[in-house]
T-cell receptor, first 113, second 115 residues
Framework: AQSVTQLGSHVSVSEGALVLLRCNYS??????LFWYVQYPNQGLQLLLK??????LVKGINGFEAEFKKSETSFHLTKPSAHMSDAAEYFC???????????FGKGNQVVVIP | DTGVSQNPRHKITKRGQNVTFRCDPI?????LYWYRQTLGQGPEFLTY????????KSRLLSDRFSAERPKGSFSTLEIQRTEQGDSAMYLC?????????????FGSGTRLTVV
């Protein structure tokens, strides 16, 4: 079974600073990887995904993530944090043929002015 | 395309009462998923449908929970004899079968509070 680890439930970042959210996965087969964002009292919005091909993927709102098979990681970054980035971020994994998304516990991002 | 719609957005109920939630997926999506999200946790898979057929259920879905998708369109999730531990956000998502490994479209969720 696949699973996802996100460390540090709360992440504080200064406005304009680098945002880095770490995600490590375990999967017995090549995974499909996702980052979702959730704003208060709302559902999840897809930020970006890795399926096959280029390991550096770009998403919405200036976010990007790099799939590193050797490190079983899919860390999310954004060069310069904006106040509107304050939200909860979830890493998720699924694998070909399996329809379940397995989510990590999430990172609550706080942006400090 | 109005996205995935869930109703109600909020529900407060007394312990022991039955509740029903509705999900309207994106019209051409044949797959529909239910997830549950408790405070401080990521969403957990409950069940999914392909058209009207319920193809998989999590062990989290106890016998007090039932989900249906008549005619392969909207879906309902019913919880009977609610308990305080059922308090959570219930999320619905949909996708096309061919795109199901590429991420789903989630609704805004129904937040259930059992008092």
């Amino acid at each position: 079974a696949q699973s996802v680890t996100q460390l540090g439930s709360h992440v504080s970042v200064s406005e304009g600073a680098l945002v880095l959210l770490r995600c490590n996965y375990s999967s017995s087969v090549p995974p499909y990887l996702f980052w979702y964002v959730q704003y208060p009292n709302q559902g999840l919005q897809l930020l970006l995904k890795y399926t096959t091909g280029a390991t550096l993927v770009k998403g919405i709102n200036g976010f990007e993530a790099e799939f590193k098979k050797s490190e079983t990681s899919f860390h999310l970054t954004k060069p310069s944090a904006h106040m509107s980035d304050a939200a909860e971020y979830f890493c998720a994994v699924t694998r070909g043929g399996n329809n379940r998304l397995a989510f990590g516990k999430g990172n609550q991002v706080v942006v400090i002015p | 395309d109005t996205g995935v719609s869930q109703n109600p957005r909020h529900k407060i109920t007394k312990r022991g009462q039955n509740v029903t939630f509705r999900c309207d997926p994106i019209s051409e999506h044949n797959r529909l998923y239910w997830y549950r999200q408790t405070l401080g946790q990521g969403p957990e898979f409950l069940t999914y449908f392909q058209n009207e057929a319920q193809l998989e259920k999590s062990r989290l879905l106890s016998d007090r929970f039932s989900a249906e998708r008549p005619k392969g369109s909207f879906s309902t999730l019913e919880i009977q004899r609610t308990e305080q531990g059922d308090s959570a956000m219930y999320l619905c998502a949909s996708s096309l079968q061919r795109d199901s490994n590429y991420g789903y479209t989630f609704g805004s969720g129904t937040r259930l509070t059992v008092v």
